[in-house]
């Protein structure tokens, strides 16, 4: 039964080419008023999955629901979901106006939905230019038009920033947030957690076809416990000292003190307790980054998503060689 809550579950979803599982065993739910990123390297099954979201692509095993019904058993599905997946391909002759017209008579609105759409997407002085004449970004701000055509409950984008400047960006971040804080629902799917962390809230990391994480953005940088390096005149007589309030220290290559659980400055006030000199101190910041490069590089590969309270290993400033590389 259509439920219209404007959420998408995954159940146990599964899906398997030949002998390749390129989704194993997705639990997750997408709520409404919040934008949930979707997040893995390329290769992860982020498409798969949100082409079985969209009746695209029969799953092996489990559900995939919208509203609580698969995508096919929706009623006007345009009107609900409203659907970007990969740089569409426009007639390079047909205005921008012209192309949403289409779209709009295809699925029974009026031609009035087509400049609405163009309004909202930033696209209104450019309605009657050429598609073919259009940059990557004004594509995927088409592109976004036409999935707004239907005034849709929830939006599912598949790596929308692709190809946008830093103000293309920005404006997407904008607009996403925005339209999740009306009470609607965005899933929108990124291999790059740097460009998507100030525009999500809730994330779901895949990798491998398997959840890694599944939580609030906040909680992920929380679990990601901080530290402070210190170089200390006299590092054997600060480690006591910070076991008695509860602080682990762990010495460095370098001879620095790192120590967690605590900031700069409580290290500091601790230190001089202790009368040990300090000759350095430097708070390491959280790199979201590196810890979405630790959690997809498929050490966790084969285990179960990680639980509630779960902490990932502490990163370090070290960059990690590598990349997302690959095709889906």
Partial sequence: ?????????????????????AVRNLDFTVHPGAVTGFLGPNGSGKTTTLRMILGLVTPTS???TINGVPFHRLPRPGTVVGAVLEAQSFHPGRSARDHL?????????PDRQAD?????VGLSS?????????????????????ALLGDPQILVLDEPSNGLDPEG???????????????????????????????????VIVSRGQCVYNGHLDELRAAQRSRVLVQAADPAALVPALDQHGLSAEYLQDGRLAITGADSRAVADLAL????????????????????????SGQYAGAQAPP???????????????????GR
């Fill in 1 to 21: 039964m259509h439920d219209g809550s404007g959420r998408i579950i995954a159940q146990d979803l599964s899906k398997s080419f030949g002998p390749i599982h």
């Fill in 62 to 64: 489990g559900t995939a």
């Fill in 101 to 109: 017209r289409c779209y709009a008579a295809a699925m029974g609105l």
């Fill in 116 to 120: 609405q759409a163009l309004e909202l």
């Fill in 126 to 146: 450019a309605a009657r230019r050429g598609a073919g004449g259009f940059s990557l970004g004004m594509r995927q701000r088409l592109a976004l038009a036409t």
């Fill in 169 to 203: 960006i920005a404006w997407l971040r904008g607009f996403l947030r925005s339209f999740a804080a009306t009470g609607r629902t965005v899933l929108v799917s990124s291999h790059l957690l740097r460009e998507m962390e100030h525009t999500v809230d809730h994330v």
């Fill in 273 to 296: 307790e202790a009368g040990v000199a300090l000759y350095g101190m430097q708070d390491e910041q959280v790199d979201l980054e590196q810890l979405f490069f630790q959690l997809t």
């Fill in 308 to 326: 509630g309270n779960w902490a990932p290993p502490a990163v370090g400033h070290q960059h990690h060689g590598g990349g997302f590389g690959g």
